[in-house]
């Protein structure tokens, strides 16, 4: 199972952002999908999650949706703040009850005043 995560970049506060998460090689069979994040000197956090239908999200700006035909999950956000600047990660679970065990390589968003 290969992620890809891409869309990051520098936007200015009150923008929208979305970000992409593709299985590239298509062999990716579980029904869980989450989005987390990691800000410079933090650990890492949880922000949305796709899970069996299910969405869970910290924060309603940043909220997870799938395209089940390309194989996708985003995570659209709105009104970014600054600290919302953080590397961008999506992973993948093949259930509920497993941990996440796929990850892509991350995507800087960064937000500015």
């Known amino acids: 199972v290969q992620l890809q995560a891409s869309g990051g970049g520098l936007v200015q506060a009150g923008d929208s952002l979305r970000l992409s998460c593709i299985d590239s090689g298509r062999t990716f069979t579980g029904n869980v999908w989450g989005w987390f994040r990691q800000a410079p000197g933090k650990e890492r956090q949880f922000v949305s999650a796709w899970s069996a239908g299910r969405i869970d999200y910290v924060d309603s700006r940043l909220r997870i949706f799938r395209d089940v035909a390309e194989n996708t999950v985003y995570l659209q956000m709105t009104d970014l703040k600054p600290e919302d600047t953080a590397v961008y990660y999506c992973?993948?679970?093949?259930?509920?009850?497993?941990?996440?065990?796929?990850w892509g390589q991350g995507t800087l968003v960064t937000v500015s005043s």
């Open positions: 992973a993948a679970a093949l259930s509920p009850a497993h941990p996440y065990q796929y």
